[in-house]
């Protein structure tokens, strides 16, 4: 145990648009927080979710276990990509659309009226050119500063990935993982001759540095 750690329980953050089935978009907006409900002892038999829990075979017993196990964290991560993070349902089906900054706002505000615990911003990026990025973090920032102003406790943003990503569908494939880069990052890979592969930033990372040297004055 290290007592001095700082606990950040992380959510992925999704919003959704239109109506599902064979899930009831109140059961889906409700299980956004479940897990964070369920460690945290939140979850009875009162709760909206609870007839949905029951129907997949929780029981009494483990709710009982979470509410006599129950942790707070110390921190609430938040995790939102303007380019998929918000969706429409239809049928079932998820479709992401494009979105903004209002989206970052609806998840700082859901989940500091839910939990009044401090927000990270755990990840954020989008693929796309340098002038993207940079628009993106800018925009960003703006939102969280005006959140800040306006008394929300947001501790922390990330851009993730930092560096260009290996798509996660490569462990299936057997072509090689240059084929598979993703340019997230404000820092691209490059590969020399030597097989090495070079860190070189972009210029969103020099707009990264910029913010965040004005969010510490």
Do not use: C
């Not at 129950?70 to 429409?88: E, M």
């Not at 002038?131 to 993730?160: C, M, N, P, Q, Y």
Request: no cysteine; proline share 6%; aromatic share 12%.
């Amino acid at each position: 145990m290290l007592p001095e750690a700082t606990f950040v329980h992380v959510d992925a953050g999704f919003l959704y648009e239109g109506e599902t089935s064979p899930v009831p978009r109140g059961v889906l907006d409700e299980r956004r927080f479940l897990a964070l409900d369920l460690i945290s002892g939140r979850v009875d038999d009162r709760a909206p979710i609870y007839p949905y829990l029951a129907e997949h075979g929780l029981t009494a017993a483990d709710l009982q276990w979470f509410r006599e196990n129950a942790v707070t964290p110390d921190v609430i991560g938040v995790n939102y990509y303007p380019r998929f993070s918000n969706g429409r349902l239809e049928d079932g089906a998820f479709t992401p659309v494009r979105s903004d900054a209002r989206g970052l706002r609806t998840l700082v505000e859901l989940y500091t009226d839910r939990y009044r615990l401090p927000i990270a911003i755990t990840e954020t990026s989008l693929v796309g050119t340098a002038e993207e990025k940079i628009e993106w973090l800018r925009e960003s920032a703006a939102e969280i500063a005006a959140l800040r102003s306006e008394g929300h406790d947001i501790v922390g943003f990330t851009w993730f990935p930092f560096f260009t990503m290996v798509d996660w569908l490569y462990r299936f494939d057997h072509r090689p993982a240059d084929e598979w880069f993703m340019e997230f990052g404000i820092v691209d890979l490059r590969r020399g001759a030597d097989q090495v592969l070079e860190r070189v930033p972009n210029p969103a990372f020099a707009v990264f540095q910029e913010l965040a040297q004005a969010a510490r004055s």
